[in-house]
């Protein structure tokens, strides 16, 4: 069973920084593109940033520049440098993971709890 867990989210002052992490643990052959994601409440769920294997990276354009997306693939890792933080950037950050599966050799989309960020003015 593969497993994503996410952590770092919190409540921080408009122009203050936060660091996401998500970690990939479990049945693991290997680990595809990751990405994070944000949803508010009653709208659709949002690419923030993306990074494949290899470390391309893909950003939403209201982030560019603020934001800064990275993976560890030794340690099936991935963080999200948040900085210049806007009020409009509160939400629930997800984590994504397309993985292959160790044992079955199944490739699955993978999520993450979610861990919440505020931003206040």
């Known amino acids: 069973q593969v497993q994503l867990v996410e952590s770092g989210g919190g409540l921080v002052q408009a122009g203050g920084s936060l660091r996401l992490s998500c970690a990939a643990s479990?049945?693991?052959?290997?680990?595809?593109?990751m990405g994070w994601y944000r949803q508010a409440p009653g709208k659709r769920r949002e690419l923030v940033a993306s990074?494949?294997?290899?470390?391309?990276?893909t950003y939403a354009d209201s982030v560019k520049g603020r934001f800064t997306i990275s993976r560890d693939n030794a340690k099936n890792t991935m963080s999200l440098q948040m900085n210049s933080l806007k009020p409009e950037d509160t939400d629930v950050y997800y984590c994504?993971?397309?993985?292959?599966?160790?044992?079955?050799?199944?490739?699955?989309?993978?999520w993450g709890q979610g861990t919440q960020v505020s931003v206040s003015s």
């Open positions: 994504n993971a397309d993985i292959l599966e160790r044992y079955s050799a199944n490739r699955n989309d993978y």
């Open positions: 479990g049945s693991i052959l290997r680990v595809n593109a």
């Open positions: 990074i494949t294997s290899g470390g391309t990276t």
